[in-house]
């Protein structure tokens, strides 16, 4: 069935605030017994990466690079390696441990998405921590694929213990969403954009009693510094995690792409609400953090998500971190 029709027919069914991405984002749902997670030490705190799940975009430059030329995007991904058929996003979730609390950064896809997403509760099960333990959750933007795991599918709390931490900017934009402006925004879905409007005021709303709106200017929980990185949406919020001297820097959705978008920032993405604000601010983040050689976080490269940002020519490429064993 053709998309278009597809989603009309969900909608005619009553899937309400239900999103039906599943069908365009379809993966691989677990075969395994526990899900891995990544535990590591920054100075004091404790720092743990389970996985959301993932999201196959298919076909490549419906999503990446729509106006770069084809056979020069094929060339990249067969020179790495990797399919020119889709581009296979990780959903890697961040939980910072300092003393008794436990900062969630971002709660991944939900229900809406299918079996391939939505794993977070049994993620951090497995890695020992039950949703009624977490006390903060930090979120980097109001995406489908961040907020989606903050309410169970008939509208309830999944972590009934938690307060939530969201920029201003982004709250506004969100809840004005009826007048928000997507103008400069390459996706093409427009009722699916519709329903997604619908499902993140729904969640904002449910949630209002225990929303904290932040201001990039203030510094959370003595272990959190946030940093406004406008494009991918307006309020689009890089979460600077330190402890003494350390520091590991999560960047969100400042891109979606290892292999497309370090060496072709400018390539963009069509889920970027400001498809130009976004590249240039993508190039703007990499070129100070590849100067620092600040250590990162990315939710969505190659799991467990963690690298450095090399300089190479007048762009950039990801350094994965590498690890002798498991851990
Ligand atoms: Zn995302």
Redesign the pocket.
């Known amino acids: 069935m053709e998309r278009r029709a597809l989603l009309k027919k969900m909608a005619l069914i009553g899937l309400g605030s239900a999103l039906p991405l599943h069908s365009l984002f379809a993966g691989k749902p677990f075969a395994g017994a526990e899900r891995p997670y990544h535990r590591f030490q920054l100075g004091d705190l404790e720092l743990t990466v389970v996985t959301d799940g993932h999201i196959v975009m298919s076909p490549v430059q419906e999503h990446f690079a729509m106006d770069a030329p084809q056979e020069e995007v094929n060339q990249l991904l067969e020179n790495n390696f990797r399919s020119t058929k889709a581009v296979d996003?990780g959903?890697n979730i961040l939980i910072v441990k300092k003393g008794k609390d436990i900062i969630l950064i971002d709660t991944g896809a939900g229900y809406g998405f299918g079996p391939a997403c939505g794993w977070l509760p049994a993620s951090l099960k497995d890695a020992g921590i039950h949703v009624n333990d977490v006390t903060q959750i930090v979120i980097t933007?109001a995406?489908p694929?961040?907020i989606g795991g903050l309410l169970s599918q008939d509208n309830k709390l999944v972590f009934p213990n938690a307060q939530v931490y969201i920029s201003a900017i982004e709250h506004q934009f969100w809840m004005s969403a009826d007048k928000s402006d997507f103008s400069k925004s390459r996706f093409s879905n427009k009722e699916l954009l519709a329903k997604i409007l619908v499902s993140t005021k729904n969640t904002l709303t449910v949630l209002k009693d225990r929303l904290h709106l932040f201001d990039h200017k203030e510094a959370l929980f003595g272990c959190i510094r946030l940093q406004l990185a406008a494009g991918h949406t307006p309020g689009h919020t890089l979460v600077r995690i330190f402890s003494g001297k350390e520091e590991i820097v999560h960047i969100?959705?400042l891109l979606?792409s290892d292999v497309l978008l370090f060496p072709h920032p400018e390539w963009g993405f069509d889920?970027d609400t400001d498809l130009s604000m976004a590249a240039a601010t993508r190039r703007k983040v990499m070129e100070a953090l590849a100067l620092d050689r600040t250590a990162v976080f990315s939710?969505?490269l190659p799991w467990p998500g963690i690298g450095h940002i090399r300089k190479k020519a007048d762009a950039y490429e990801w350094i994965a971190e590498t690890y002798a064993f498991p851990a």
């Open positions: 996003l959903m933007h995406h694929d961040h969100a959705d979606h889920g939710y969505h």
